[in-house]
């Protein structure tokens, strides 16, 4: 029984995890259709920002919620103005820029504050089932996770950003004729992104500590859950992160975690093999 | 009299999500024969050319080459029939010489270098590129140019059924009549079905035209009957009476 | 004529060098300069895969490590090195017909498949970090978790395993294997299966509806792009006595696909010329411990997007040179049809 609920718990932790360390790259991949490689070192610099942070004496909650989503968001908008913006378009071109910035940032963190895991210690406490116990602070993430994504799906249907969002990704010189400044709106969406990125960095720095290569550890189950989910922006991701997820905590709990990020890939290749356009292509029709 | 026709389309329907763009037609088309397929815009002439080369999968109904109903086979294996197509819009290798593209469309036949040496230049030839236009990148052609090289494309492939979607689109008149040549020189030992808009190419060319509309086929006769034809002319006149109105 | 002879020039210059390298160079540089070798012959079938076919693979080491692995595997086993050289290139290309199957008969975009194929090399990381209990292990061989395998045996004769090869005689196979990598990647590119693998990059369209089935002749040439990195995984490990599940991670991935873009997509000169740069760039500064190498790879990549942001598609297409672009390298040399 206590097990029962215990693996429960693993699974809908699972999703949430993917859902939350997807979140900021569906963002910016399902608005702008642009792949952001550096996007493991977004999450990565959030964790950063809040360990500094913290270390320097400011409340741990503050660093977390606060001060690591807008210096990422400030990064984002540095690499979009800097990169993004000028590539536009080619898709290709400006994954392997991105991919050069992930490396530079990994070099840059490497060479500030060397290769070795910093941390910070997780609030809240645990709550005991039966002879195990979870931390509480897991159910904040569970908690927090779907607060974010609810009110990114919100944001984009019920509010005029997410109108003028959309229609300036779904035609962009349609949009502009309609006085829509299309540069400021992919700006924003990246950046929008980027501080999503560092917030789930900052989210996960309690648990896992801050490493200056962890962003490989995150990227490709990222990636793999967004390009698995296709077209729909937030239903697509968050459908694969639902299909994924369990499969991922099933077997990291019967076999091993290893096992389960494998059995992940292998699960999203034949994903895409059925469905080529990822498995929102089954209610928005392929594209 | 049991020739089996060299291709036919029976029912064939394809829906994009609600409208049926080909709406259950039956063609019928005899070896040897030049067919023109007509139809005002939005008729559905290119979307049929694209199932029956299964560029679209058909919702339903089924295509038959030579008797042999072609369910399920790939894009490929369907040209490998003997089956070419040149879609609406114009496709070849931009940055290869013309040359090059020619010599791609004849490499599938496995002729021996010689050979294929051989068909190239004779192809250039029937598309009258000379030296210095079949050296030059596609991409640097001028629109009819393009064309031609594409219908050398299909030439060179010696197809058993060329299906042409708007070969003239954008000629000169004096560019139109030198396809007309093209296209007879490959009727020479290919069916060709061809899309077009231009009422003096299909006199010139055609024996008999098919008249689509709406998805379905509306009639199929001689040029002369289809001109004489009050409906056809209603569509055409129709359509152009519509015009004038939203001008007006 | 003029052509055949330029290309000539290469694989005989290093031809002539595998043969004089030994008596001019140190030790230590020629078991350097088999290494790179080594490098540059994975490079090679990245460059002929993405270059010619326009498979843009960024995981490419996968293949690359896979040979690493299996030749230490089956020379720690089997003693027989030119033996676990070929089973390094068959699992190689064993694995690329497996993920080839998936990525070419699904039909992914571009960028699909360069996130998928990067994320298959992440996972086989994790996977090998993973490894470090002594149950992990293949015959007498731990696979060794983070630290890899160490003390494998270098090149052999063949059929017998205790006449290990000097470092010259390794140096020169190494030299050796790459002109003949180089050789039979350009004969294959301008073959007829070559010049169609060339028409499929330039449109799939087209090449379907002439008849081509274009999943084939990916499958064909990625296969042989695997081919290649297995051959130079399996060399590297030979020549460096180890392997760490580093030859999968992100640093590792990022060398391949700098060195072709630096070298020029579509040449092969170019990347040979690129890797050989860069590596002896990567070991100077890996020696001095000034700067670290993913900062200034990052900064390499990112400035070679940037310096070419149109220059860069239409390059991915081809188009600065007609028919073949044969470029030689970094000089960008074009060179007049024959
Ligand atoms: N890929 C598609 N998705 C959705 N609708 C499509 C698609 N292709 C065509 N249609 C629709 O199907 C109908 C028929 O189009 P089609 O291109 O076959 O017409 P056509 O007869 O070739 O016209 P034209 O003379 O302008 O070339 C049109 O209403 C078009 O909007
Ligand atoms: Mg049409």
Redesign the interface.
Known sequence: MDNLVILCFAVINSIALLALISLGLAVIFGMMRV?NFAHGEFIMLGGYATVIANHCGLNLWLSMLVVAPMFVALIGAVAERL?VR??YG????T???T??????????V??IFGNTTMGVSAPLGNIPIGAYSIGAYQLFLIGITALLVVSALLALHWTKYGLIARAAMQNSEMAATLGINCDRVYAATFIIGAAISGLAGALLAPISGVLP?MG??Y??RA??TV?SGGGALITGFLSAATILGPVEALLSYFA???LG??SL?LL???I??LF?TGVSSLWI?GR | MSKVPILAARGLVKRFGGVAAVDGVDLVVDAGEIRCLIGPNGAGKSTLFKCLTHQHQPTSGHVLFEGRDLQGLATHRIARLGIAIKNQIPSIYANLDVRENIRLAGLRRWLGKRQLNRVVELTLDEIGFDERLASQPAATLSHAHRQWCELGMLLASSPRIALLDEPTAGMTREEMLKTVDVIKRLNASATVIVVEHDLEFIARLAQRVTVLHRGKVLVEDTMDKIEANEIVRDIYLGRKKEAAHAEG | MVRQVKQAFFPVALVLFAALGPFILEPFDLVNLSAFSAMAIAALGLAFVWGTLGILNLGHCTFFGLGAYAYAIAVSNLGDSTLAALIGIALAVAFSLVLGYFLFFSRLGDVYLGVITLCVTLIFYSFMTSTADPSFHIGPVPLGGFNGITAVPSLNMPGDPQAFLSTEATFSICLLSLAGAYVLLSLLRSSDAGRIMTAIRESELRSELLGYDIRFYKLVGFAVSAAMAGLGGALYTAVMGYVSPNVFDLSQASQFVLWVIAGGLGAFVGPVVASFGFQLLSSQLGANQVFNTELIFGATIILFVMLAPQGLQPMLLGLSSLKFPHRFGILRRKEKPA
């Open positions: 792949i990169i000028r590539l080619h898709l290709v071109t994954m392997l820029a991919w050069g910035l992930s490396l530079f940032l990994i070099g840059a490497t060479a290569h490989a550890a990227v490709a990636f793999v390009i091993t975690p290893v990020q494998a890939l999203a290749v034949i895409l093999r080529p029709g």
